[in-house]
């Protein structure tokens, strides 16, 4: 009998419970004593009534349960793995402490868990007179949200950073007075905005007295809060509105990391100098490194290379995470976090020369290798596909845009293919932009598309959500949009593994967008408006879930070797198209379970019950082969089988393929009589022949 002791459910409730008990479990005191306490979360008083034995009586009885074997008392393995990793981080980043929240399969958002859990943490790192600097965002106003009434005295709260006049919520004065009105303590804002127009216009403001003795409070701050931003586009940084695109356009080119307190920072830690410097106004980063005590509370799998930024940087002495991104953090800075134990392969398993240092591929100047493989792309689909104005870069379908019709513009780093010049052609994709390996194609060949692609109904963007998509894409949106082109715009998010459910707006584009581009491309291609075929790709994307998984990483032509290290035994959870690391990594496990975990966590968020439709794609990342991901897609028909969910359409093989990593990702969209309809719609083009 392995019992965890349930929270007490109120004398009234467990009397009533008492009272429905047809048998006394065998009369054995000890299981009922047992059962009352940990199932019916009676305490021992309660019990001793109900038994009729006194309270001491009670207490030996629970004892002696423990000791016979009757109840076995265990941690729950999620909170002692929080706890190991937490001593992992502080020992490996040299923290002053470390709280890591166990993962959470309840619903309850990542953020809200965060900030009750930085709003626990921060009473016990502050004392009475302490002078404590916040800074913005969701997490640390979540942490306001959360904190009790505090009894410490003589406290003050100075904001980090300048104002903003914005309409989200977690503006840096409203997260400075919900930290101020926790510690009932003096609130100090800075009275200026946190970006100026000009730098002369900051040092004005600077020279303003009442600015300097606000500025001078700040100075004495010996505690500071604060959240890691990403660049991610629905990141804070993003949502603040603070960053024009030429500005983000300068830091994503400079390698920027991440972003602390409204400074910018690469993967080192190192400032990364911008145009935003001399206009911005709030706390330094040198100034954040001097307080005594910084606390950083963040997460999400898409926060770990900010996050590990920041502490490399060493702004970081108290970090209040989760448990994936904890791990992901250790394993990104090369430290053996808690599910990475490595295990050596005995000798005689390893014959000489087993393990490649040097990857051969056919390339002739590693540099020229998209330009020459978009060439041999034309020259063997010049039936589907032509470029625009000679550029390789900008291809257009042959028979594909007309008057009166939505154009549908694809696009992404080329080392994807099939996707996503593969896509375009006669019902489905109209143009697309095409970039360098793993990298945004630039605003100019977008813009060209969408001028391509135009019928005088509007153009509709479709694309990946990452940063410099996300960033080339609006440009050339605007660009279009001076040409007089409607644009209208729709990222792909279908990664479940890359941000938690509540996030789904952060999550990447990954393989599933093969169902919403076939979507969009077929409502556009029957003539639906620009708001049709904008509302019903939404819809397709919100009903898509991926996973990947990555048993050996891919190499780039420039440098023919492994892009990550990764053992003969491992595996790799909720890999992404680029490389990146997964969620976790874990010991290599049989076909059917890494399956069930993959669907398990689809079916955690898709919603699909008996006699409903879904269409699946099992992918190749590139290095994986057909009879393979042919026993992936056997367990996934017998899963879905189970649960009585009908297979409408399905596709296996490389459809998009991360150049030639060893893995797989499974694809599911939930599907209704539109979605059913338009992903049957007919279409034409190199990759992919749909005859209705």
């Given amino acids: 009998m392995t019992l965890v002791r349930k ?8 009397m009533e419970r008492l009272n429905a008990m047809p048998l006394r479990y065998g009369d054995d005191p000890y299981v009922w004593a047992c059962w009352l306490y940990y199932e019916d979360g009676m305490t021992q008083g309660e019990i001793a009534d109900a038994m009729g034995v006194s309270r001491a009586t009670v207490n030996n009885y629970l004892a002696d349960a423990r000791e016979k074997g009757i109840v076995k008392i265990s941690l729950e393995p999620a909170r002692l793995a929080s706890l190991t990793v937490a001593q992992q981080l502080k020992s490996h980043f040299g923290l002053l402490d470390c709280l890591v929240v166990p993962s959470d399969e309840s619903g309850r958002s990542l953020i809200d868990r965060l900030g009750a859990a930085g709003a626990q943490a921060l009473p016990n790192l502050l004392k009475a007179g302490d002078t404590v600097a916040v800074a913005w965002g969701r997490t640390v106003l979540a942490i306001g949200e959360h904190m009790k009434g505090s009894t410490l005295q003589d406290m003050t709260v100075v904001q980090a950073t300048g104002g903003m006049n914005a309409s989200f919520a977690y503006t840096p004065e409203l997260c400075a007075a919900k930290i101020a009105d926790a510690l009932a303590a003096r609130c100090v804002n800075l009275t200026a905005p946190a970006i100026v127009a000009t730098a002369e216009l900051r040092h004005l403001l600077l020279d303003e007295p009442l600015l300097k003795e606000q500025f001078s409070t700040l100075d004495q701050a010996n505690r500071i809060v604060f959240g890691v931003s990403s660049l991610r586009p629905n990141s804070t940084i993003h949502t603040s509105g603070l960053l024009e695109p030429a500005s983000l356009q300068h830091y994503l080119a400079h390698g920027v990391a991440g972003v602390v307190a409204g400074r910018f920072i690469d993967e080192k830690g190192r400032p990364v100098p911008g145009p935003l410097d001399e206009r911005t106004i709030g706390i330094s980063l040198d100034a954040l490194r001097r307080i005594g005590t910084r606390i950083g509370v963040a997460g999400g799998f898409d926060k770990v290379p900010a996050l590990l930024a920041a502490l490399r940087g060493g702004y970081i002495n108290v970090l209040v995470t989760d448990a994936e991104t904890a791990q992901g953090i250790l394993r990104a800075d090369g430290a053996t976090s808690l599910n990475d134990k490595p295990q050596q392969r005995p000798k005689a398993r390893e014959p000489a020369g087993f393990y490649r240092t040097q990857v051969k591929k056919f390339l002739n100047r590693p540099d020229d290798v998209v330009e020459e493989m978009m060439d041999g792309f034309l020259k063997a689909h010049d039936k589907y596909i032509r470029p625009i104005d000679g550029s390789h870069r900008a291809l257009v379908a042959r028979d594909g845009p007309r008057t009166g019709k939505v154009g549908l513009v694809i696009g992404g780093g080329a080392g994807h293919e099939p996707c996503f010049a593969g896509y375009v052609g006669k019902g489905l994709a109209d143009a697309v932009a095409v970039g360098n390996i793993f990298s945004s194609p630039p605003p100019d060949p977008i813009l060209r598309c969408a001028v391509a692609a135009s019928g005088d109904a509007g153009v509709l963007f479709v694309y990946g959500n990452y940063a410099g998509d996300v960033m080339n894409f609006e440009m050339a949106a605007e660009l279009a949009m001076e040409k007089g082109i409607a644009v209208r715009t729709v990222l792909t998010t279908d990664d479940v593994a890359s941000s938690s459910r509540e996030d789904r707006d952060g999550r990447r584009g990954v393989a599933g967008s093969f169902f919403i581009f076939k979507i969009a491309g077929a409502a556009c291609d029957r003539g639906l408006t620009l708001d049709a075929c904008e509302a019903v790709t939404r819809k397709a994307n919100a009903r898509t879930y991926t996973i990947g998984v990555a048993l050996e990483s891919g190499s780039m032509p420039q440098t023919r070797r492994r892009n990550f290290d990764i053992g003969p035994d491992d595996m790799e959870i909720g890999m992404g198209i680029h490389g990146e690391p997964g969620v976790s990594r874990e010991r290599m496990r049989a076909a059917d379970e890494i399956v069930d975990s993959v669907i398990d966590r689809i079916f955690s968020e ?87």
């Fill in 7 to 14: 929270g007490g459910a109120g004398r009234n409730g467990s």
């Fill in 606 to 692: 898709m919603k699909a019950g008996p006699g409903e439709r879904v269409a699946v794609l099992v992918n190749s990342f590139g290095g994986t082969p057909m009879m393979e991901l042919y026993i992936l897609y056997r367990r996934v028909v017998q899963r879905l089988a189970a649960k009585k969910i009908d297979i409408e359409a399905n596709w296996i093989g490389h459809y998009c393929t991360s150049l030639d990593m060893v893995g797989a990702s499974i694809s599911i969209i939930h599907l209704d009589e539109e979605l059913t309809d338009l992903l049957s719609h007919p279409c034409e083009t190199s990759a992919l022949r749909i005859n209705g």
